[in-house]
């Protein structure tokens, strides 16, 4: 690749886009370790966070289809009946 290109990337040169980066980086250190968060604990609150997304996610599909069997229960029969009734005619 060209400099033209690697600056266009980039958005800037290579020497000034990495001294904004590490600049950006000890600023949002400084701010999160304020806040007593390390990178595991973000990691570990994502991880916990799609569990119980998923969690939530298979205990709705499990009530539906509790619903689902309940009123199986009572439609099923009473289309047979419907069906046998109109069968005769």
Do not use: C, H, K
């Amino acid at each position: 690749m060209s400099n033209d290109r690697v600056n266009r990337l980039l958005g800037g040169s290579p020497a000034r886009v990495a001294l904004q980066l590490v600049v950006l980086s000890l600023i949002v250190g400084v701010i999160l370790a304020a806040f007593d968060l390390t990178p595991m604990g973000i990691v570990r609150w994502i991880v916990r966070s799609f569990e119980q997304i998923i969690a939530m996610g298979f205990g709705a599909v499990e009530q539906v289809l509790g619903y689902l069997l309940l009123g199986a229960a009572v439609v099923i029969p009473v289309w047979i009946v419907i069906r046998l009734l109109n069968a005769g005619r």
